[in-house]
């Protein structure tokens, strides 16, 4: 799957009204920080969005303790 059909199939499944998506600012400063590290502005983007779309799912507040969690897991798969 290209990165632009991964960020539409997110986006589509956050658009289900059970499931309210993440709001845009955040995702932003989420994705501040992969592009500050050298990532690509879409593929940071997300990134982003898939790490506070699981932080909603789970419960989970987004901290950088959760993001070195999380990307442990992505990492395993």
Known sequence: ???EGHIK???RERDHPANPRPDPETVKHW???WIDAGMEESRAMAEALKFLTHCQSTGVTPTFMALNKWEQCEIGR
């Open 1 to 3: 799957m290209t990165l």
């Open 9 to 11: 199939r997110l986006e």
């Open 31 to 33: 994705a501040s920080l």
